[in-house]
C-alpha cells in the first residue's frame, strides 16, 4: 500500500467531544476537497461516532477501493472542513448535502 500525502492542517483545533471515529474520503484528506457529502448510520463499536464524509464526487468504483478511504477522528475531518460543526449532533440516520452557495448543508431528510 502506498503512503498518503495527507493534505496539511495548518493549525489543529481540539474538540474532545468528537474524538471518536468516522470514516472519510481521500478527496477530503488527501486532496483537500471540502465535505459535499454526509451522513450518520449506526456505529459499528463504541468508537465509531457513525459518521461517514465524502466529498461528494466519489463514484462507486473509487468507493470500492479502500485505499481510498480511511478511519479517522471526527475532529480530524473537522479540521479539515469547519462547516460541518453545526450538523455533528444529528441523530443516526440523518444525510447532508453541501448547498451550491457552499455556506450550509441540506438536510435530505427534512420533509419540505
Known sequence: MADKNYKPISEFVELP???GG????DRITVDGARVGY???EEPIDKLDTGW???AGDEDEAYM???AKHGVYRVETIFNYDPGILGYLH???GK???L???GLGYKDLDDDE
Open 99 to 101: 448547498e451550491s452557495d
Open 22 to 25: 468516522c470514516i472519510a474520503t
Open 52 to 54: 461517514r464524509f465524502l
Open 38 to 40: 454526509m451522513y450518520r
Open 17 to 19: 467531544e468528537w474524538g
Open 95 to 97: 444525510r447532508f448535502e
Open 90 to 92: 444529528a441523530p443516526e
Open 64 to 66: 470500492n477501493d479502500t
